[in-house]
């Protein structure tokens, strides 16, 4: 994969651009990594390895409007939550459900390159890790791809298993890149540690059933968490795969499956994780022994947040509730009624006002974070199962059978 090619110039305009003229991404040689990224980007899934939802140096008004808008984003009925978006410096990153991926400015967000990655069943729901010069993205045709963070052009890609449907996690310190992947149609799959500069093979741990978590990583103590479709929590060494633990959580129904990505609370030595039994449970990191439980109904398909400086943990349920949990007892603090299913996984503004979510009623909401009291929404069309995505005072979200849009709050 390490071959000179040509320069591309990939700049397409994304208005009456059939799927067919999309390139598929071209070859490059590996550009020298740059460090980690600055605090007010927001370069992965969940914004950080914690995957804690925090959006530092973010900021949400009382009031909120549409800056700009790519129509047509999502197109397919495909169940799952769809990818949300990732920004570093003046440039957004995401895929589509047929297997587009973008790059675009977050003033207009006019396209700067697109690629199409290998036909799948479903495209990209995960969303992209950026770190120095590269972007990496898992897609259901089982591939997690390396890209040129200017150009698009590929750096590398590794395949395992026949889809990938959660977001990688990458540790800049180490070089490493952990992604997780299914087996295959009849269940099973894989937690991959790849080298991140070259895509080589490390190390890869087995699961009984589908990871659709995407890893969590506590890099002080070395452990990457997961949880697979029937309601197992790993505990991972990060440097060998060595199993520390596992935990088959209480099940409801005969359902415990773990769709959500887990969160780790490293000042608590805590790991959060939502399942389909309609419960958020916190375990220890060292043991993966219980230490609190909250019930909010439904099966859970979005992950958790968290504002650590006020002691909450927040998640939304297909019931149509948000709930405010207090993180050290498992308490309820507060609870916001919608009244339709929530998918999408909420997020927290970096000074500590709001807790921001969509709901399949099609709006975005923003609560405050210390009582729950609704300070706006905004109808976005079809159901937000994206998660949002918060930099500077702008929100950036995906829709099932929609766009992508970007919100900008002030007051």
């Not at 996984?345 to 399949?360: C, E, K, Y």
């Amino acid at each position: 994969m390490h071959r000179w090619f040509a320069a591309l110039t990939l700049v397409i305009a994304v208005s009456g651009c059939a799927r067919s003229s999309v390139p598929h991404p071209q070859t490059a040689p590996f550009p020298t990594p740059l460090a980690a990224g600055r605090d007010e980007d927001w370069p992965m899934f969940r914004d950080d390895l914690e995957r804690s939802g925090f959006a530092e140096g973010s900021t949400v008004g009382s009031e909120v409007n549409i800056a700009w808008e790519i129509p047509h984003f999502n197109v397919t009925g495909y169940a799952a939550a769809k990818g949300s978006p990732s920004v570093v410096g003046n440039m957004l990153f995401c895929g589509t459900d047929t297997g587009r991926f973008i790059a675009a400015r977050i003033d207009d967000g006019s396209i700067v390159w697109q690629v199409q990655l290998t036909p799948t069943s479903h495209g990209i729901h995960g969303s992209p890790a950026i770190v120095g010069d590269v972007v990496y993205i898992g897609a259901y045709d089982g591939t997690l791809y390396a890209l040129e963070r200017q150009t698009g052009l590929l750096l590398w890609r590794h395949k395992r298993g026949y889809q990938v449907g959660s977001s990688p996690a990458v540790v800049p310190e180490w070089g490493i890149v952990y992604s997780a992947h299914e087996e295959s149609p009849d269940g099973g799959g894989f937690i991959l540690a790849l080298d991140a500069r070259t895509g080589a093979l490390l190390w890869e741990s087995r699961t009984e059933a589908h990871p659709h978590s995407s890893v969590a990583v506590d890099v002080a103590r070395g452990t990457v968490f997961v949880g697979d479709n029937r309601g197992i929590m790993y505990a991972l060494d990060a440097r060998t795969g060595e199993l520390r633990w596992r935990r088959a959580l209480d099940r409801e129904d005969g359902k415990a499956d773990i769709k959500t990505t887990p969160m780790v609370m490293a000042d608590r030595g805590l790991v959060v994780v939502g399942a389909w039994s309609g419960k958020v449970v916190a375990l220890r990191e060292d043991t993966g022994e219980l230490a609190w439980s909250h019930a909010t109904g439904g099966r859970i398909m979005g992950s958790t947040a968290r504002l650590a400086r006020d002691g909450s943990v927040f998640v939304g349920s297909p019931a149509g509730e948000l709930f405010a949990i207090d993180d050290e007892t498992g308490a309820t603090k507060w609870t916001f009624h919608v009244g339709a299913r929530i998918m999408s996984s909420p997020a927290v503004s970096g000074d500590g006002r709001a807790v921001v979510f969509g709901a399949s009623d099609g709006n975005i909401y923003a609560v405050r974070a210390d009582t729950g009291e609704k300070l706006w929404s905004i109808h976005l069309g079809g159901k937000v199962s994206g998660s949002p995505t918060l930099v500077g005072d702008r929100i950036y979200v995906t829709s099932h059978g929609g766009g992508l849009w970007a919100l900008e709050t002030h007051g």
